[in-house]
């Protein structure tokens, strides 16, 4: 197009964002179900932020996101962004698992231009929908030459936030998302945007992952710790013959005794284990409670269980060795 915005597309992907339901006033509505088009003419200005184009990439429920789809939306975005054509790309998600998403693509799109996500806590036909916004600020912040090297972000209620960095902390209220360890990108007040900081870790270009090889990830599965928790659902992974487990410990990643046991079994047999924590925030520390130096298993930092598993399948499809594992997530 001959005039001076960016040209900015929008993958639609499914969520509460497209959602509906009965009434303006009701718990109950269904994921992905309006589409692209309906989605942008629901937004009035939106057109003067950007040239935009819209394209259905699904359109689910985010519970229902899934590793295909993933590599999907990541071919897509590679091949629209290594066009001239194309300055910065949005995509529209459910928000529960919106932070895996982000992540995923945060360490694979091999573009330096902006790939926003963003979503909706309210389904589009609830009073007070707040996705028409959402999309705006979104779209705003994808047009925005500032937004160049920033990696993939996450847009919602005013805030933007790194792929790394974020988090769903609420399971019904507009401000669900919260950076909390490593604070805001910045914010974006009806398309007015300001950025504090960029990201920390590696992402983007610099990653040394790629989607072109990639037509599966191995399965990782995440095991949760409590007080007196069985072991017996690491066994249970080891026996479906996983590549990798994610506990969800408790505190600094720690686990009961049997637990402990039963992870130095699974590195025993070849697969890796990373310790996180089921605490929203805070560093799971090497070495600290576990020796993991002896044990052979991996400190998550600062990523969260759900995180962990993305980058864990990432890095098994390219290494087992734990010291380089370490170093991954010491650093992405
Ligand atoms: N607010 C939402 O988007 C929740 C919905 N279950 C989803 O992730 O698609």
């Not at 847009?155 to 960095?165: F, G, M």
């Not at 401000?175 to 490593?182: D, E, L, M």
């Not at 066994?235 to 013959?241: M, Q, R, V």
């Not at 390219?318 to 170093?327: G, V």
Request: with cysteine.
């Amino acid at each position: 197009q001959k005039n001076d915005l960016s040209n900015v597309v929008i993958l639609a992907t499914g969520g509460t964002i497209a959602g509906v339901g009965e009434t303006g006033a009701q718990a109950g509505y269904t994921s992905g179900q309006v589409g692209i088009e309906t989605m942008i003419n629901s937004v009035p200005g939106i057109e003067k932020l950007a040239n935009l184009t819209g394209k259905q990439i699904s359109n689910v429920g985010s519970q229902d996101m899934s590793i295909k789809i993933w590599l999907k939306i990541a071919n897509r975005i590679n091949e629209l962004l290594a066009s001239e054509d194309v300055d910065g790309i949005v995509i529209t998600h459910g928000t529960d698992t919106l932070e895996e998403t982000a992540f995923f693509l945060n360490l694979i799109v091999k573009s330096d231009k902006p790939v926003v996500t963003t979503g909706s806590m309210r389904p589009s036909t609830a009073v007070s929908a707040e996705g028409p916004l959402n999309l705006y600020n979104a779209v705003a912040v994808a047009a925005h030459p500032d937004s160049k090297g920033r990696g993939t972000m996450v847009v919602l209620n005013d805030q933007i936030h790194a792929a790394r960095a974020v988090t769903k902390t609420n399971t019904n209220a507009v401000q669900a998302f919260v950076s909390p360890f490593r604070g805001l990108l910045g914010s974006v007040i009806y398309g007015q945007i300001e950025f504090y900081r960029k990201p920390f870790g590696v992402h983007s270009t610099e990653s040394i992952f790629s989607v072109d090889d990639i037509s599966s990830l191995p399965r990782v599965d995440i095991i949760y710790a409590a007080a007196d928790s069985s072991a017996d659902l690491i066994d249970l992974s080891i026996k479906a013959g996983v590549k990798g487990i994610v506990i969800a410990g408790v505190g600094n990643g720690n686990m009961n005794t049997a637990m402990l046991e039963a992870c130095k079994k699974a590195v025993n047999q070849g697969i890796v284990v990373v310790r996180s924590t089921r605490l929203p925030s805070g560093y799971v520390i090497r070495n600290a409670e576990v020796n993991d130096d002896e044990i052979g298993t991996i400190a998550s930092d600062d990523l969260n269980t759900a995180k962990s598993r993305v980058l864990l399948m990432l890095c098994l499809h390219e290494t087992k060795n734990a010291k380089d594992i370490q170093e991954i997530f010491y650093n992405y």
